[in-house]
């Protein structure tokens, strides 16, 4: 994998439960994502708190779905008021050098081009699972408004089937759980958007 200089490593931790999740993230001086609509029991996590610290233990201790260490990249940095979070697992036919070059290299383009309303996207691409469910990257595709995010999530109708098929080539679909509707709060003051 190439990384580019602005890219940096930070962990990650997945939680089932909001209010470690906050706390934890307010510990660390990290960033929160979080998905707080109720009754959301089908969602593969309700958190993610990213953080840039030595500090494995205090995270790693209450992580309850994963912790990972992963390269935070900002395709398009800028702010935004809600996330389509979107847990990736890898084709298994590829390896992860591979979907994540993929996911980089040409998703990364493509998704500027055919998500023309998003206000900023940032990849996770996870380099090492430390614990629990294995991901291989974290997509935070930030829009100005939840209705943006629902209704002009594409920038055409063509560009639905082109992301779509694209996706297909380095992720795994069925395997790849559905998106979190998240907000973040970034503990950190700017860190959040390098």
Known sequence: MSARKEDFLALAGAFSQLEPAREVA???SAALYEDARPGRDDLPFRALVVAVTDDLETLAAVAD???YVVCQRAIRPGRAAVYG???MCRKPDLSRAEADG???DVHGPLALEHHA???HYLQLAVLDVLSGTPYDGFALCGFGSVDDLRERFFT????RGVIQADVRRFADVERSPRRLLATATDFAGARQDP
Do not use: D, I, K
Request: net charge positive; proline share 5%.
């Open 26 to 28: 307010r510990a660390l």
């Open 65 to 67: 779905v994963g912790c």
């Open 85 to 87: 979070l979107f847990p």
């Open 102 to 104: 993929h996911w980089r």
């Open 117 to 119: 309303a998003m206000t």
């Open 156 to 159: 055409t109708a063509e560009s």
